[in-house]
């Protein structure tokens, strides 16, 4: 329920603080004072998007705030699913700077808009004049009927089904397209895949054989070289070594008298040693090397091998030539498991249709139980308000076997008759303004009660009626409010007068700037703004002796 609405800087607002009743409330003014320029702030802090022609003053930001009472309206679980703090008087701000940036709040967490819409949602209804459209829209007429079954639980459980056979549809659809295409491109993945087994590739081949090719085409030069290095070494006179062991036994003779030598000399014999195990393994490695044609052309083919699989497959290592081996592999077994998965994967939505079958089902006989209720009820309330002869007709066109839609496999159709003898036709060939005015006001009233809002609005949803059916009107106004708070804008006293709680909405240009303001009429000027609805701005004694009885 909306306790109270602070507006500061919106449009002709530069500051408003309402209270209203927990019942019925009637705002009334003149047309231009300003009426549905409340009501648009409202809807701000209900998710709507805002703009920069809202601003009263451009260099101060707009704030509109909002108190709710959600204490009976089961919202815990919102609040907890959103990570919000939960109270009972719950606050919807919403600041909007004149750059257009936008903040909002629940209980001085900010939040995104569309939190703050589905909140929204479940607090307000607003029924506008222009809403009488969304009568004619399918959707909205199976929403009618749905409210009525209660089918709010059925629907999630069918949406949540009916997504997840869509989507296995459609992956179904994905891997019999991709299965044919695979099938077709099997001998080609089969050939490459055979193609790059038979290489039997390694990681470290490669560069172990440029290494090994380097070495065997230098085969004669290496040997050259080691024979050099040999005689330099043993053979040349006086060699290397030779002269190393003259110098050895020089300096043992030497040590005898001096022992700093001997350390030079045990230097000088390791030095020996060393250098002829260096000439056994350069011997060794002589042995050894010489020119190996056939091993040289083996080692070419090889790498001419893996050079063209890599030039191929526009890949420079063996480690990507085995990736995309592994890959290949990889896809031949989904190729040959494909029809496996499929099968099943058919299975799956055969068993997700049952379900969903069954869903449709329980919604259809749910749906078809209700329709009756809607007609006679709405028949009832358009007789109370004037149209004893009206009727709705409600159609329900299933779809063909096996096809679903997002709701169900149900198509509901409204037809309305106005008068006798009229046949039922779609509501847009046959209904007047004020006759859909009381139509939506019959069905808006039948499911508010079943919806459990705290608050609907209407906005002058009055139009085309007057007399005694606006005194109808307002009589079921006032009924609806004995279950929840009505927040209702009208010309006609004979809604006004029905109220608990009246607002006068109005200009004031005492001051520079022409603003808009609101105020709770009292008892006699609540007698007065009727009395002015009812004959002008200047009433006679007639006049406001009218109102007094419209008000008793």
Do not use: W
């Amino acid at each position: 329920m909306l306790k109270r609405l602070a507006i500061s800087n919106y449009a002709l607002i530069d500051t408003l603080d309402i209270s209203f009743s927990d019942e019925l409330n009637i705002l009334t003014g003149e047309t231009g004072a300003g009426k549905s320029i409340i009501l648009g702030a409202l809807s701000l802090i209900l998710g709507q998007r805002a703009e920069g022609k809202y601003f009263f003053n451009q260099q101060k930001k707009c704030i509109i705030e909002g108190t709710f009472l959600v204490s009976d309206f089961h919202l815990n679980d919102f609040f907890t699913d959103n990570d919000l703090d939960y109270d009972q008087e719950t606050i919807l701000r919403r600041e909007i700077t004149s750059d257009g940036k936008s903040r909002a709040f629940i209980n001085d967490t900010p939040v995104n808009l569309s939190v703050l819409k589905k909140l929204g949602e479940k607090l307000i209804d607003i029924h506008s004049q222009h809403a009488t459209l969304e009568i004619n829209d399918e959707d909205f007429q199976l929403l009618v009927i749905d409210t009525i079954a209660g089918n709010q639980e059925l629907l999630v459980n069918y949406n949540t089904v009916y997504k997840s056979y869509r989507h296995a549809q459609a992956k179904l659809k994905e891997l019999i397209s991709q299965s044919e295409q695979s099938k077709s491109d099997l001998d080609y993945f089969q050939f490459q895949f055979d193609e790059l087994d038979r290489a039997k590739l390694t990681e470290e081949e490669q560069a172990q054989l440029e290494q090994e090719l380097d070495t065997l085409t230098h085969a004669e030069e290496i040997k050259r070289n080691l024979l050099t290095a040999i005689g330099v070494l043993n053979e040349s006179e006086p060699s290397i070594i030779t002269q190393l062991k003259e110098a050895t036994l020089s300096l043992a003779n030497a040590e005898k008298y001096n022992p700093e030598i001997k350390e030079l000399h045990e230097r000088l014999d390791s030095s020996l040693i060393e250098l002829k195990d260096i000439l056994s393994e350069v011997e060794r490695i002589e042995q050894h090397s010489a020119v190996d044609e056939s091993r040289l052309e083996e080692v070419s083919q090889r790498l001419d091998t893996i050079y063209s699989l890599q030039k191929k497959h526009r890949v420079s290592t063996n480690i990507e030539l085995i990736n995309l081996r592994n890959e290949l592999s990889e896809k031949l077994n989904s190729i040959l498991f494909a029809d496996e998965d499929i099968a099943k994967l058919k299975l799956d939505v055969h068993n997700i249709n049952m379900t969903l079958s069954e869903l449709a089902e329980q919604l259809h006989d749910l749906r078809m139980h209700s329709i009756p209720r809607v007609e006679e009820s709405v028949k009832a309330s358009l007789h109370e308000v004037g149209m004893p002869n009206a009727l709705l007709q409600i159609e329900n066109e299933r779809l063909e076997a096996g096809k679903f839609e997002m709701n169900g496999t149900d198509r509901i159709r409204f037809l309305f008759s106005a008068n006798k003898g009229q046949s039922p036709l779609p509501m847009n060939k046959v209904a007047s303004g004020g006759e859909l005015s009381r139509l939506m006001l019959s069905i808006k009233s039948l499911i508010a009660v079943h919806t459990s809002l705290p608050t609907i609005i209407f906005d002058e949803i009055d139009t085309g009626i007057s007399g005694e059916v606006a005194l109808k009107v307002g009589n079921i106004m006032e009924k609806l409010s004995e279950s929840m708070q009505v927040i209702a804008i009208t010309h006609l006293p004979q809604i006004a007068a029905r109220g608990d709680a009246h607002y006068s909405v109005y200009k004031d240009d005492r001051t520079d700037m022409t603003h808009t303001n609101i105020r709770r009429l009292e008892s006699d000027e609540r007698v007065m703004e009727l009395a002015k609805m009812l004959s002008g701005n200047n009433p006679g004694e007639s006049a406001i002796l009218n109102a007094k009885e419209l008000l008793s």
